[in-house]
């Protein structure tokens, strides 16, 4: 069964010049245990989706469901819960553990079971020795990691999470991304996250959705997307530079050749008749000292630029 | 059951926040002491001119205050507080609770109105204390006057709420209508007119009811009844004009911006 729902969304924002539209038909499906990356330049319209999912703002047109439930009615929170906006989401007067026990009861969670998934929630994100500080004494990691944890307290199928790891340190945000994979693999969670960090979605999500002036402009496994842009380029690190005679040598062989790093390596793009021997004979026959030889990968922030750029 | 523990999870964190700055809470305290003492000096030295500021007495200025004093509390624990969770990025949360926000708001008026009665009680202790009058509290008749007193000022939060999530920083406005609150507690309730505004027949019939002993029984029916349709009349349209302000908010995504 499909988790989410998102089925011709249309948002107009009115202005005083006229109503501004952030999102035009957008549409997608999340199955139940995905982790799906919502990606987007600033003003895509990643933000307006989650906030339509939360039922938080109201949309123009179109539909969004969670688990058959219209996003507009208060009972969609029994699916869905949110970690909006980095660390806001918490009470900075209240402790760790008085935070997470709020938002179990306003869930509706009975404080016998509230008291016991905040031990397990404190004891997961290690926040043991944090348990009765309040939450304006935290670090920004630690507020980060309480908003997540506020987040799973109410023990929803469905977590939106935008910009989870927003302002962390890369230790904090690596440790987050493995909290969040987790939340698919061991719990059943079904997970869509909204990131500028494309490390984060390239290293928890499965798939992602690409948003581009309010509308989807790829919908597809990472994989796939990085097969899209794949090419037969090749990067070689050069022991001891490239001469302008091997260079002239090498350029006639294979034209689409670009020199890196101060010449202390060069990217070739091989056309299709040749293989990567020939590159080495090539190299070989200029007189060039290779240290090393490897394929050029495009990662997902290539990706996304080049498909928001309109490139496929 | 859902709505019972969300309930106590609202009352629960009411507490927690009054008990952890029990400084600012005493000083609240003292402060409307100290302003009670202020307007009792006076009533006291304009009484020795043989001007009488306050048609009923002491006992008038006593109940006048103590229904001032609920006003204000009940309307900033509301309107501010909204406005608060508005700027930390809190109200968003309330508004994803299953048991919807109308529950959330509701059930944050009940425990501070809870709250505010103890408050209320002591306050009086010690304006008995310093005037030397004591005032009956009959419990099952002041009580209800005193809810449907204070329903129309929870409307007015409502709907001052509702600008705030539209039109954001509107506070002077809100201090403004503190001393508003003052007229209409001082306001004659005789006319007509005097008892469809708030505060003004109810500060009247809790004077009869705490310095005369009178009951629910001894009260004029019509008064009662004039008193309840206005508490039902302004809460009515102050959550009217809420939702309004809400679903522009929830339309314009004002929801969280502050």
Redesign the interface.
């Known amino acids: 069964m499909d988790a989410l729902v998102v089925a011709d969304l249309v948002k107009d924002?009115?202005t005083r010049k006229g109503p501004v539209r952030a999102l035009a038909e957008v549409s997608f499906r999340v199955g139940e245990g995905e982790i799906v990356g919502l990606l987007g330049a600033n003003g895509a319209g990643k933000t307006?989706v989650i906030?339509i999912l939360?039922?938080?703002?109201?949309p123009t047109g179109g539909r969004a469901e969670a688990f058959g439930v219209p996003t507009s009615r208060?009972?969609?929170?029994?699916y869905?819960?949110?970690l909006?906006?980095g660390s806001?989401?918490?009470?900075?007067?209240?402790s760790v553990e008085?935070n997470l026990?709020?938002?179990?009861?306003?869930?509706?969670?009975?404080?016998r079971e509230?008291r016991r998934r905040t031990a397990e929630l404190v004891a997961r994100f290690g926040l043991e020795e944090k348990r009765r500080t309040?939450a304006n004494l935290l670090s920004q990691g630690m507020k980060q990691k309480l908003a997540l944890a506020?987040a799973l307290v109410k023990g929803t199928p469905v977590l939106l999470l935008d910009e989870p790891t927003l302002g962390l340190d890369v230790e904090t945000s690596h440790e987050l991304r493995g909290m969040i994979r987790e939340l698919a693999t061991g719990e059943g969670k079904t997970v869509l996250l909204s990131s500028h960090d494309m490390g984060v979605v390239e290293d928890t999500c499965r798939r992602v959705v690409i948003l581009a002036r309010g509308r989807v402009v790829a919908d597809d496994l990472v994989p796939n997307l990085l097969a899209l842009f794949r090419t037969r380029a090749y990067r070689v690190s050069l022991g001891d530079g490239l001469p302008a005679e091997a260079r002239a040598r090498l350029a006639a062989q294979l034209p689409a050749l670009r020199t890196l790093d101060g010449e202390r390596a060069l990217e070739v793009e091989l056309p299709p008749e040749k293989d990567v021997y020939a590159l080495m004979d090539a190299l070989r026959e200029a007189g060039v000292a290779v240290d090393g030889v490897s394929r050029v990968e495009p990662d997902l922030e290539d990706v996304f630029l080049r498909i928001v750029r309109g490139e496929r | 059951m859902r709505y019972l523990w969300t309930f106590r999870a609202i009352v629960v964190r009411f507490l927690i926040e009054l008990k952890r700055y029990p400084l600012n809470t005493l000083s609240s305290l003292a402060t409307l002491y100290i302003v009670f003492l202020i307007l009792f000096t006076g009533a006291r030295y304009a009484q020795g001119l043989g001007v009488n500021l306050f048609g009923e007495g002491l006992e008038g200025l006593v109940v006048g205050y103590l229904v001032w004093t609920f006003a204000i509390i009940a309307y900033s624990d509301l309107s501010w507080e909204l406005m608060r969770e508005a700027q930390q990025g809190t109200l968003e949360q309330l508004y994803m609770s299953p048991q919807g926000f109308r529950f959330v708001s509701a059930s944050w008026i009940v425990a501070s109105f809870l709250v505010s009665l103890v408050w209320i009680a002591a306050l009086l202790g010690l304006m008995m204390l310093t005037t030397g009058r004591v005032l009956r509290f009959p419990v099952g008749t002041v009580l209800p006057l005193l809810l449907l007193t204070v329903a129309p000022v929870y409307g007015i939060g409502f709907a001052m709420a509702g600008l705030a999530l539209v039109y954001k920083r509107i506070q002077a406005f809100f201090q403004i209508l503190q001393f508003v609150f003052v007229a209409l507690v001082a306001l004659p309730a005789d006319a007509p007119w005097g008892k469809a505004l708030p505060l003004a027949l109810g500060t009247r019939l809790l004077g009869r009811a705490m310095a005369d002993g009178e009951t629910l029984a001894t009260l004029p029916p019509l008064d009662l009844l004039a008193l309840a349709g206005t508490a039902a009349f302004y809460l009515l349209v102050g959550v009217a004009v809420f939702r309004v302000f809400e679903g522009i908010a929830k339309d314009r995504g004002l929801l969280a911006h502050y």
């Open positions: 924002y009115p307006t906030k939360c039922g938080l703002l109201r208060p009972e969609v929170a029994r869905v819960s949110a909006l906006e806001r989401n918490v009470y900075w007067r209240l008085e026990r709020f938002f179990a009861g306003l869930q509706g969670v009975p404080p509230a309040t506020c």
